[in-house]
């Protein structure tokens, strides 16, 4: 190859940088990017209907006795299936984030061997009833102020009660379900 034709190959590739450079230039003058002051998106929030009562206190849920007479194991265990990540269901079971769950309804809190339960679970003491499972799985932080388990709760009643359901139906000798008064 001749100096001649090294020239033209570096000539072109000079020149298209040089073209490109100019165009980025021009492109900056026309389209000026305008930059937030406050960096990140607001997000409009549309104020929730209050009541119509304002003073009156919030709708009565279901009884949980209730809502366990139409439950399913089935729907239970297949709504479980989040807490597998931190639970297991298997009887003699490793425990893993949270304690293993078999035989869980009757069971005295905070009594799964080798799990380290908060200081607020251990404190609460007594024993898992279908109606403290309700209640726990409701709220979690709100049944046991000061628990390690990070779980929001199940807002459906009906949901509860197919969990609750299935938690009973792990065991050796699951528990009768209570029956609604008439």
């Not at 869980?104 to 905070?110: K, L, T, Y």
Request: glycine share 10%.
């Amino acid at each position: 190859m001749d100096s001649f034709e090294f020239n033209k190959i570096a000539g072109a590739v000079l020149g298209t940088g040089l073209f490109l450079v100019a165009l980025n230039i021009t492109a900056e003058a026309i389209f000026a990017p305008q930059h937030p002051a406050k960096p990140g998106f607001e997000i409009e929030v549309k104020p929730q209907v209050a009541a119509t009562n304002p003073g009156a206190p919030p709708a009565a849920e279901e009884p949980i006795e209730k809502l366990l007479a139409n439950a399913s194991v089935d729907r239970g265990q297949a709504d479980t299936k989040a807490c597998a990540a931190c639970h297991n269901f298997q009887k003699g079971g490793p425990n893993g984030i949270g304690p293993n769950l078999y035989g869980i309804v009757g069971r005295a809190r905070a009594s799964a061997p080798g799990f380290n339960y908060s200081d607020a679970m251990k404190a609460k003491g007594g024993e898992w009833t279908i109606d403290d499972l309700n209640k726990f799985l409701t709220s979690p932080k709100e049944f046991v102020p000061g628990t390690k388990m990070t779980f929001a709760g199940l807002p459906r009643g009906s949901q509860r009660a197919d969990v609750i359901a299935y938690l009973n139906s792990l065991s050796d000798n699951p528990k009768p379900l209570p029956v609604a008064k008439q």
